[in-house]
């Protein structure tokens, strides 16, 4: 297939979205298939760093990155919140125009919008009228009113992006006509399926919106000897829906005979008030906050730890998730969103997401638990690495490709041809990274 991938975050060296932008291009490559990969310049040093290192892959010559800007004005105003919004809308216009050309030079055989991962924010690229693989994207997923004791500035960081939603689901055209001509809409959580559904999406499937990092392929399940402490860790960005007050007031619940410590690994713009939250809940002997440290170093903890916490009120599915069950850390967490979804019941213990006073309080029962039953938590590591195992990215590109021929598309690589680039306009050959705006 020649194959037309829409990815605005897209970095090899970074995780999170730019990662899954990156993954997915790189991966379909890997199959055989010719693929254009519409980005940013954000990514482009890791890019060429990346198709540097391997440039003697066969998937290195049939990857072809196109690198789109906006004018000079918008990129000005993409240092304010609202900019991002007017930056990716200009961006994902200047895509379907781009796109537009280079269809008439290639023929795509498919079209995926992989990032980003927003349901609300839509794509422009179903107006080329080829067979479109949505996401996967969530974002339809809202924190819980009853916490927002938990979550600092609650009007600007969930009332306002609940109110923009709401906005952009009902009155976007746009995005309607995206998700009813969509061939396959894939989603990240529950809430975000049943949106998709409900504006009018013909096949949508659940699906994570992460994988496993490369880093983690080879690696054997970790036997942990239980030791006098139990050692916890929480791993995130310092934003408030990531909600570390409420594990912390969760752990000041708890039974003082359990002997724990909570390490706390990121920074972020809650950073501030870090201190004081543990002081809040007279942690300060019981909690390490060590600020941002390298993915090696957040590895290496995931690997000494015995316990992951984490009370997350807004994610569609926190990498940190998968990072961590690959480690073989059993999980504490809330029942919903996509921790719901995805993560295996014999992995984790899920408390209730309804009331704040029970969350905490089965959070803290569930701590006791686990220090009280070490061959239970050797258990849940063990159910969470054999899920994680087999969410590589290999394994994900396996997934997609099964549900497409299953859709009728032949996926074949060997119906893949290359174009001649000198059918292709000139600032668009796909023999090197370009800019174009």
Not at 16 to 34: D, K, L, P, S, V
Not at 387 to 402: G, K
Request: hydrophobic share 45%; aromatic share 12%.
């Amino acid at each position: 297939m020649n194959v037309l991938l829409s990815a605005y975050a897209c970095n090899p060296a970074q995780g999170g979205e730019c990662g899954n932008g990156f993954h997915w291009t790189w991966e379909m490559a890997r199959r055989g298939h010719h693929v254009w990969c519409l980005t940013t310049p954000y990514g482009l040093a890791g890019i060429t760093a990346f198709l540097a290192k391997h440039a003697e892959d066969p998937a290195a010559r049939r990857v072809h990155f196109t690198y789109l800007d906006g004018p000079p004005w918008v990129r000005f105003l993409y240092r304010w919140q609202f900019g991002v919004y007017l930056h990716y809308m200009v961006w994902q216009y200047t895509a379907w125009r781009t796109a537009q050309k280079m269809d008439r030079a290639i023929g795509f055989d498919l079209v995926h919008h992989a990032t980003y991962s927003s349901l609300k924010m839509g794509s422009w690229l179903w107006r080329l009228g080829k067979p479109l693989v949505y996401g996967p994207v969530g974002g339809a997923q809202k924190a819980p009113i009853a916490f927002r004791r938990y979550l600092p500035d609650w009007f600007r960081t969930e009332t306002l992006r609940s109110a923009f939603t709401w906005v952009l689901t009902t009155l976007d055209i746009n995005l309607h006509q995206n998700l009813r001509h969509a061939t396959l809409v894939l989603a990240s959580n529950d809430e975000s399926a049943a949106l998709a559904r409900r504006l009018g999406a013909r096949r949508v499937e659940l699906f994570l919106d992460t994988g496993l990092p490369e880093a983690f392929q080879a690696a054997t399940f970790p036997e942990r000897v239980p030791q006098p402490v139990l050692k916890l860790l929480w791993v995130g960005r310092l934003f408030p829906n990531k909600a570390l007050p409420l594990v912390l007031d969760a752990l000041s619940q708890t039974d003082p005979r359990v002997q724990f410590h909570l390490t706390v690994l990121g920074d972020g713009p809650m950073r501030d008030l870090v201190p004081g939250w543990i002081a809040q809940y007279g942690l300060q002997d019981r909690v390490t906050w060590r600020g941002s440290v390298p993915w090696v170093q957040v590895h290496a903890a995931m690997l000494s730890h015995d316990v992951f916490l984490f009370g997350s009120l807004r994610d569609s599915f926190a990498s940190q998730f998968m990072e961590a069950m690959a480690t073989g850390l059993p999980i504490i967490t809330l029942n919903h969103q996509g921790a719901r979804t995805f993560i295996p019941n014999a992995a984790a213990i899920k408390v209730p997401a309804e009331q704040p006073d029970e969350a905490t309080a089965a959070m803290a029962r569930a701590v006791e638990y686990v220090y009280d039953h070490p061959a239970e938590r050797l258990a849940m590591g063990r159910a969470g690495y054999d899920f994680a195992m087999a969410q590589t990215w290999p394994q994900r590109m396996d997934r997609l490709l099964t549900m497409l021929r299953e859709l009728g598309l032949d996926t074949a690589p060997a119906a893949s041809h290359a174009p001649d680039p000198g059918l292709l306009p000139e600032h668009r050959r796909p023999v090197a990274p370009v800019l174009a705006q």
